[in-house]
């Protein structure tokens, strides 16, 4: 068992936030940002002062570090497969919109669910599709964090166009994933917040030192101005760019807690930026969760030697790459497979049906089929209750329904 925290002082204590990361059965774990060189002494005592922090020196924008490197055959192979799937995907969304409009649900669904429990934030299942579909109220700090997601999901999804990456927009996703109600909701750092290793022989190691609360402001200001400038200056493949902009974001850490959620809505609001739109589609968090002993030990390789201009961003790229293929390759089998016959209803409320997590009413198939009666919709759930495909869980117009796993 090695067990994460994340270290602070504060009034003269030390104050952890402990997140435990068992490595051999995948538990849930708190972020983990891994990898930096050791630091002696006198880096302990300088990188708390302005000599210590260059923006010549740490950020990945700076220079002409970017224009410089050389793409492998193989990440160029990656960014080709994922512009053809762009384009592909566009043509989905002219062709079959009532199944995207059932793929979207879902994955707001999984998005708020999976970036909530990385953190190590989970609420009973019977509760998380009301909260994320906002037909009930949060009753305690881990449902107004989901709620919070889906707000700032919901934001990026309605609005990216118009969303610039900036430190204000960091701030507000910021506050909005949090939930609004932590005390620093929307705010900078305060205090050091180092990423330290506790071995079971009860040792300790710094693996990784995040800049220090007072240098945050400055280092988000040339963060973001550093991205455009990649983009619209520089001709940076804007992909390449955002997992820049992101590894750059996590070695910075500039909140007490929710870096990790903050960093999943920026990369999806990156993405969305230059046309890559799966994300709405199919939950880019589920993957990284599922993904996510890759995802701890390639950040850990990319963030090796950061603070002195040396690390490789190749693997955090190729990494995020590989995440986006997959989403678009689980995208089109989806739509492949469950697009029901042109003029089919019952195939339509069929398809709703498959894909609705936990409890349901009728209502909620309604809404995925509007051009679908309600008797017909009836008619489908009523014959799939004989079947034993779905169960009612209650009476009257307002009853809930729950579907059923076929035993093969």
């Not at 592909?88 to 879902?106: A, S």
């Not at 909530?116 to 019977?126: A, P, Q």
């Not at 906002?134 to 964090?145: A, L, N, V």
Request: hydrophobic share 35%; aromatic share 8%.
């Amino acid at each position: 068992m090695r067990v994460m925290i994340e270290y602070e002082k504060a009034q003269g204590r030390q104050v952890c936030d402990v997140h435990e990361k068992n490595l051999a059965r995948g538990d849930q774990g708190g972020p983990l940002l891994a990898g930096s060189e050791r630091h002696d002494k006198a880096d302990d005592g300088a990188r708390g002062s302005r000599f210590f922090w260059s923006t010549q020196k740490m950020m990945t924008f700076q220079g002409t570090r970017l224009q410089d490197t050389r793409l492998p055959l193989s990440t160029v192979w990656l960014l080709e497969t994922l512009a053809e799937s762009k384009g592909r995907q566009q043509l989905f969304e002219n062709q079959f919109p009532q199944i995207l409009k059932t793929l979207r649900e879902m994955a707001l669904i999984e998005s708020a669910e999976s970036s909530n429990r990385i953190e190590g934030v989970t609420v009973e299942k019977s509760r998380l599709r009301p909260l994320v579909m906002g037909k009930t109220r949060p009753r305690d700090r881990s449902e107004e964090e989901i709620v919070g997601y889906r707000l700032a999901l919901n934001w990026i999804h309605t609005d990216y166009r118009k969303i610039p990456i900036t430190p204000e927009t960091c701030l507000r996703l910021h506050a909005l994933a949090q939930g609004g109600t932590s005390g620093d909701a929307g705010q900078w750092k305060t205090t050091p917040n180092d990423i330290i290793e506790i071995f079971p022989d009860g040792r300790r190691e710094v693996r990784f030192r995040p800049l220090a609360p007072e240098l945050v402001p400055e280092a988000m200001v040339e963060l973001c101005l550093g991205y455009r400038h990649a983009i619209d200056q520089l001709q940076v493949t804007p992909l390449l760019a955002s997992a820049c902009l992101i590894l750059d974001f996590l070695c910075i850490h500039p909140f007490r807690d929710g870096n990790g959620r903050v960093s999943r809505l920026l990369t999806l609001l990156s993405s969305y930026h230059h046309g890559y739109e799966v994300g709405r589609y199919i939950s880019h968090e589920r993957i990284v969760e599922q993904t996510k002993e890759d995802y701890y030990e390639i950040l850990k390789t990319s963030s090796a030697g950061w603070h002195e201009n040396r690390h490789d961003i190749l693997p955090w790229f190729n990494y995020l790459l590989s995440v986006w293929r997959i989403a678009y390759r689980e995208f089109e089998a989806r739509a492949n497979r469950q697009q029901p016959p042109r003029g089919s209803k019952t195939a339509l409320v069929e398809y709703a049906l498959q894909n609705l997590v936990g409890a349901f009413g009728i209502a909620d198939v309604e809404r995925l089929c509007p051009n679908v009666s309600r008797d017909t919709i009836r008619l489908v759930m009523n014959r799939w209750r004989e079947e034993g495909r779905l169960e009612s869980l209650g009476k009257g117009r307002d009853a809930k329904w729950r579907r059923l796993e076929q035993k093969r």
